[in-house]
């Protein structure tokens, strides 16, 4: 019997965007998919009905939204999603994510002014790069914005695992570090995790057809409250059969080959 996974209340849960799907990092194995991914961007509009609907069902009260990529600065509309997220939810704690090397890129230096006006939190991955981290923690002391370091764990990333075969067994599916807390709102459907909702890169990339069944998302249009969502969550997906939990691995970081290994 598949263990039941108690549902979230709203101040603890959260969902993240992509503003981007490609990045300028590209990590192996990345859960995202960003080293496959064909540059794309968020579209506002998509972002702004969607953030409005999760507001309304959330009663503006949705615990964090995190914004993310691929590389969210690569997006030049950001602000603009800044804006829009702030104005929905004016209660909710706001973090994006970023790999760093370009928050010191002059460029972008009127973006600081974006950060302190909505009260938005930097969350900054120590990946193993010839990054000026200090530079860029004094830059956000002087702008006062907030700043978080997001390490990873001594240099390692996870390989998480998939199985073609799409038979494995759903009973390990409360060990995974992901489920029901990695939530994911992607055109108007929120999916448990990022692999689930960006697994369309690995389809197109790499021929596959893994993923495709419509339960493995709900509909934020058609979900009749928040609960609704949050039960959703609760539970495994079809999806999950396509996740071989013990067969995930650490291993160093490195930039990605593009090839399929890195996920199968």
Request: with cysteine; glycine share 4%.
């Amino acid at each position: 019997m598949i263990k039941y996974i108690s549902t979230k209340p709203l101040f603890k849960w959260y969902t993240k965007v992509n503003l981007a799907d490609h990045c300028n990092l590209n990590c192996r194995s990345c859960d995202h998919f960003s080293p496959i991914a064909e540059p794309k961007f968020a579209d506002l509009a998509v972002f702004e009905r969607d953030i409005g609907r999760i507001a309304e069902l959330s009663e503006q009260q949705l615990g964090q939204l995190y914004l993310l990529g691929g590389e969210p600065f690569l997006n030049r509309d950001m602000p603009e999603f800044l804006r829009l997220a702030r104005h929905f939810l004016p209660n909710t704690k706001l973090s994006l994510f970023t790999n760093g090397l370009l928050l010191l890129n002059l460029d972008f230096d009127k973006y600081w002014d974006v950060f302190r006006e909505f009260d938005v939190i930097i969350k900054l991955t120590r990946y193993p790069l010839m990054l000026n981290f200090k530079a860029i923690e004094e830059k956000a002391r002087l702008e006062n914005v907030k700043l978080e370091f997001f390490g990873l764990r001594k240099h390692k990333m996870i390989k998480y695992t998939l199985n073609p075969n799409g038979d494995c067994p759903l009973f390990p599916v409360v060990e995974c570090a992901q489920f029901n807390n990695c939530t994911v709102l992607r055109n108007g459907k929120v999916y448990l995790c990022p692999i689930s909702a960006n697994i369309g890169h690995f389809n197109a990339k790499f021929g596959q057809i893994f993923g495709t069944n419509e339960h493995n998302y709900i509909d934020i249009y058609t979900a009749r409250n928040f609960q609704e969502i949050a039960e959703f969550l609760s539970h495994p997906v079809p999806f999950c059969r396509y996740c071989d939990i013990g067969a995930r691995e650490l291993h160093e970081w490195t930039r990605s080959n593009g090839t399929i290994d890195e996920w199968i």
